[in-house]
């Protein structure tokens, strides 16, 4: 296996073993699976470039170099073709979206395989392996060795050219990305979870391509520090109707961190219905419960029938988020009970819920803060705890998946703080390594008197 990284700046020499220059980029033409390197560039004196045609003139390749199988007065130089892309100039340290583990990441080198006379591009090395080794392969070794002694390892991450694509033609702006059709089959977290890496030209690109429901199902799926930063880069236009698409809870938490004068746009213009209840949950403050719920549910008053109940649940909109629960209230919207579903498909229709209803009701106020409120809602593992105001009315409910947000928010900051340190402990190890096995080599060539000082 060669990789570029250890090509580029090696000697050309012809035939006669006469030095041209030295490699300075590999061409492939696109169209293959594993695309054959169709063209050679190296600088010759004088860092002139230089292209030939490596299927008719290269006859050896190695990590030292290359070979040629003609004299030098006898190569005809050549140009980049259409459908040709430089490996160093266009796809190394480009982004990739890597359709397997759904993020992006950085061609940090191509790994080069030899099939035959031909070498062909394998793939990217997206890990940091092929960082260290861009810098020098030494820098590599140490690394790799330095982490075998504290028993890890650090492995080759590469991805198979066949599952890239190019997504913009255009030499100038290469990059690399899944297909817009296979992105419209990912599920929205894996579309998240892709869009959430991009820059913010290459996300407008990918996100034209997705109607406005997949639209609207990725943005919910954002984590929370992408989302307004998403909306905010949408025309007005549009972010109002992928807002107002939302469920309530999601779009308040989307413009409660927008720019003011952004916010206040995308409210007017979407519907007043979506707007008023945005403005509503806005009133609350963030990280309680009256921040955290969804005001989607469904109460009925205690003097309804069960058959009158079922009714209003089927006439719910198809996207209206999953019932647990109904909520009963009395003549003046005070929460006084609750009803399961299984009751109400298990009860005769002519039953008054009211005489049927479980009254022993479990609520929180709309300040509780999200780590009691998520706290209380796995103690008394309930699907969704209701959310009353100081008259007792129930304004909204705060869902298990909330609460699991609410937690894992908690602990992806705590991950991030360990994941630092880790980080930065390999690094200084790899240093340590490096500084040490630059010693004894030293020491060794001084000894063996190879060493000598300029």
Not at 401 to 428: F, N, P, Q, T, Y
């Amino acid at each position: 296996m060669l990789y570029l990284s250890q090509m580029i700046g090696k000697p050309v020499v012809d035939a006669t073993g006469e030095k041209l220059g030295t490699i300075s980029d590999l061409a492939i033409s696109t169209g293959e699976v594993f695309p054959r390197i169709t063209s050679l560039a190296f600088q010759g004196p004088g860092k002139v470039p230089f292209m030939i045609s490596w299927r008719k003139y290269v006859d050896q390749f190695t990590e030292d170099g290359i070979v040629l199988g003609v004299d030098a007065h006898d190569i005809r130089f050549s140009y980049l073709q259409p459908d040709e892309v430089l490996l160093a100039r266009d796809l190394l340290n480009r982004q990739i979206v890597d359709t397997q583990g759904m993020k992006v990441v950085r061609v940090n080198d191509l790994k080069l395989s030899q099939s035959g006379s031909q070498l062909r591009l394998l793939g990217a090395e997206v890990g940091a392996r092929g960082i260290l080794r861009g810098l020098h392969p030494l820098l590599e070794k140490a690394a790799v060795a330095g982490a075998k002694l504290f028993g890890k390892r650090i492995d080759e991450q590469l991805i198979a050219w066949n599952y890239m694509d190019l997504l913009d033609r255009d030499l100038s702006e290469v990059q690399l990305s899944v297909t817009h059709r296979r992105l419209d089959e990912l599920h929205p977290a894996d579309v998240a979870d892709i869009l959430e890496q991009l820059d913010p030209q290459q996300r407008a690109t990918v996100f034209e391509h997705l109607d406005d429901a997949r639209a609207t199902e990725a943005i919910s799926e954002m984590e929370d520090e992408y989302q307004a930063e998403f909306i905010d880069d949408l025309d007005d236009a549009r972010a109002a109707r992928l807002i107002g698409n939302m469920d309530p809870d999601d779009a308040a938490d989307i413009v409660r961190d927008l720019p003011y004068e952004k916010a206040e746009t995308l409210l007017r213009l979407m519907g007043m219905e979506d707007a008023t209840e945005i403005r509503r949950l806005l009133g609350y403050k963030d990280g309680t419960a009256g921040g955290m719920m969804t005001t989607q549910f469904v109460a009925v008053p205690r003097t309804a029938t069960v058959g009158e109940t079922i009714e209003v649940l089927r006439e719910l909109d198809d996207d209206h988020p999953t019932v647990h629960y109904v909520y009963v209230t009395d003549d003046y919207d005070k929460l006084v009970g609750v009803l399961s579903l299984r009751t109400l498909v298990l009860t005769d229709d002519r039953k008054v819920v009211g005489d049927i209803m479980y009254d022993d009701v479990i609520s929180v106020s709309p300040n509780e803060t999200e780590e009691d409120v998520a706290a209380d809602i796995f103690k008394y593992d309930i699907p969704a705890m209701p959310v009353v105001d100081e008259r007792g009315a129930i304004v909204g409910i705060v869902t298990t998946e909330d609460a699991w947000d609410a937690i894992e928010d908690d602990v992806s900051s705590e991950r991030a703080k360990v994941s630092l340190g880790m980080g930065l402990g390999i690094a200084l190890v790899a240093l340590l390594v490096l500084a040490l096995y630059t010693f004894v080599v030293v020491r060794i060539m001084s000894a063996t008197g190879t060493w000598h000082a300029n």
